[in-house]
């Protein structure tokens, strides 16, 4: 297993070009100097290198036109910072342009191999692949239950990224108590793990940790080699007990026009 650093010095090379280089129907990528600006889906996105390579006045006025576009178009825009970035006064002009941070989580990778175990059943639970929009309708529904904000929206996400993401929900007596998502990030080693919330009377029972297993195997079929999680501080622990690695912080940090 490589150790950390080997792993942040990947994602940085792999992954962060990965948010961008194939991009699903309806979605405009463009480039501005450093960053990459994507729009077309429920919000706009702003991938960046690990250094800018620029700072003072020069960086606030590229902050300014990422906000500007977004907000010419009436939409909302995330810029997806990590602990580790450069220049480190970046947060603090994000702030000063009116982005807002989202909670901050932990990116862990870990090694598809290792991961890939064959789940213990659970009782009551089927978990199974899904790919259909009734699906994806259900889902959408279950996590605006768990976060108790309106997540319609994930349906039609999920629907347009179908070409690359692999969906599987946790099912009981017909309903869906929990659902995650394999992302695989053409021409790297990678895959990201999205998703997994669950409903709060179906938690600890291990469902977490099945559909992280689940995953890990559908990953190996797929010749992918590292599994990477934006984890939150609930997830982390169970994610570092199976074996995953930490090797920084991540933040969003949100213009909206509202």
Excluded at 10 to 28: F, K, L, N, S
Aim: net charge negative; aromatic share 8%; charged share 25%.
């Amino acid at each position: 297993m490589p150790d950390a650093a080997e792993l942040l010095a990947a994602y940085d090379t792999q992954m962060r070009p990965a948010e961008y280089a194939t991009p699903e129907a309806g979605i405009t990528v463009e480039r501005d100097g450093p960053v990459v600006r994507m729009s077309g889906r429920y919000r706009g996105f702003i991938s960046s290198p690990r250094d800018l390579g620029i700072d003072g006045d020069e960086l606030d006025a590229l902050i300014a036109r990422q906000r500007d576009f977004f907000a010419a178009r009436g939409e909302a825009v995330e810029w997806k910072t990590c602990g580790h970035d450069r220049p480190l006064g970046l947060t603090d002009r994000l702030r000063a342009a009116g982005f807002v941070p989202e909670d901050q989580e932990t990116i862990v990778i870990g090694t598809a191999a290792a991961l890939a175990v064959e789940p213990p059943p659970i009782d009551g639970v089927t978990i199974r692949q899904v790919n259909t929009d009734a699906d994806y309708e259900r889902i959408a529904a279950m996590e605006s239950a768990v976060w108790g904000l309106d997540l319609s929206w994930m349906a039609a996400d999920l629907a347009s990224r179908r070409s690359y993401t692999t969906v599987f929900v946790a099912e009981a007596d017909g309903e869906v108590v929990s659902a995650a998502w394999l992302a695989a990030k053409f021409g790297t080693e990678f895959a990201g793990l999205w998703g997994g919330s669950t409903l709060a009377a179906w938690r600890g029972r291990g469902i977490y940790r099945a559909l992280v297993a689940h995953r890990a195997l559908l990953a190996v079929d797929l010749g992918i080699r590292y599994l990477q999680v934006d984890a939150s501080d609930d997830s982390r622990p169970i994610l570092e007990r199976l074996g995953f690695t930490p090797v920084t912080t991540t933040t969003p940090y949100v213009w909206s026009p509202n």
